[in-house]
């Protein structure tokens, strides 16, 4: 961590650096002060977080407890909620994309900066709004579309309640909203770019008992630069049907998710080319905790048609690890990945068999994330030591084939990086990774990253194929 924050005050401008090193240490010497560390994490769903309790003034402690429960009528049936985050990142990457396109030498500055404010009108009426704004500094060739929006409009809907009783709750919410659903594998918010996905959507939410429902319909935000222009993409819809039942009657520990997820996309691109895009996904995630057992096993299947074609493809992904404790809140965990994205057969052919992620999360496979999740096999053994309530070290080396010999490699974003057409060879690389992450107190939490990326054969067989290498140092503060 201390080397990537060197090699930061080394590349990037004197300014940059030293308001990052004095955001540092008034942070390091003044938050222990007024910090709560009885409170639970922030919610990486800030819509998710509830702080009703605060009615009871003994139970305010924190520092910024005052604007978390801001009473509005003298029943407490109206209140607001204020909270936020700021995200200082900079990334260094040598040979992006394996040394094709423009590359940058210096490294670069990403902030990252999220306000909200949450009201709750009654028992069955809510608003929540959150404003972003992203900002990058130093990039060779200027800011990705990911990185840069001048202010927008993340999130802003509302949730109506139409019952709640027997320990069943119906709600509707409508509006520009954050989708995470099940593992995230397939379905969540772009957390490592600067900026965040958000969906116009409307979505209603059923509970009963141990089941959680929720049907919607969805839109992706298109990201824009200035202020207050980000438009819902309308060559882009998404809809679902997400069941999650936990606590099946079993002798285990044993959770299930079980859906249904539509994409019509009028121009994807694949290998074989862009054509209109109707598709139709199954899936099924299986999950649990037993003992120092932890399982997650996913599966799915997706049909439908591409151009002239029809779409026949599948994914294959796990995770499952086992946890040592010891000197009490120290812990050791070792966890293996397995998954299997299908890629097209025939790229001669009409029909596709590639498989499509939706929106995935890129930190699933790494801060780096060189590769995504269509026509990909990997192993990802992983190591992660918690010492303590502070620091912990996460070591992994994930090892990447293609499924088919007949298509690329796309990006985390889906997109094509590499036709499959110049090389036969399976192997795509080899790509060991260090994070070392130091947690001062729930309010802040500093992570330094190290990733070396080993160009396998079908790499270097479609020129140009250098190895990668990347540096980050990302300071998070919330409240």
Known sequence: MFIHIKVFLLVSSRDLAKIWVLML?????????WADERRPSFHSLRYKENYRFLHDP?????????IKYIPLNKSASLYLTLGGETRQHFEFIDNNNWGKGVQDSNGYYLQRYLGHADLHVGKSTRLFFQLMTGIESGRNGGPRGVDRDSLAVNQGFIDFE??????????????????????????NYRERPNMRLSHDAVTGIFRANKWDVRAFGARPVVLSPNIFDNESETAQTFWGLYGVRQKLPANFSLNTDLYYLGLHNQSATYDQGPAEEDRHTLGTRIWGKEGNLDYNFEFLYQFGSFGQGDIHAYALASDTGYTFSFNGESKLRFSLRADLYSGDDDSTDTDLNSFNPFFPKGKHISQLAASGLINQRDLHPRMTLTLGRHWSITTSTLFIWRDSLDDGVYSIGNGLLRSGQSSRSRYVGTQPELEVKYIFNRHLDLKGTFVYFNAGKFIEQTDPGFDITYLGSMLTFRF
Not at 25 to 33: D, F, G, H, K, Q
């Open 58 to 66: 003994s139970q305010r402690t924190d520092f910024f407890d005052p």
């Open 25 to 33: 240490l008034v942070a390091w010497t003044a938050i222990p002060v």
């Open 162 to 187: 139409f019952w709640n009783k027997s320990d069943q709750s119906l709600t509707l919410r409508t509006g520009r909203q954050e989708i995470a659903l099940g593992s995230r594998r397939f379905l």
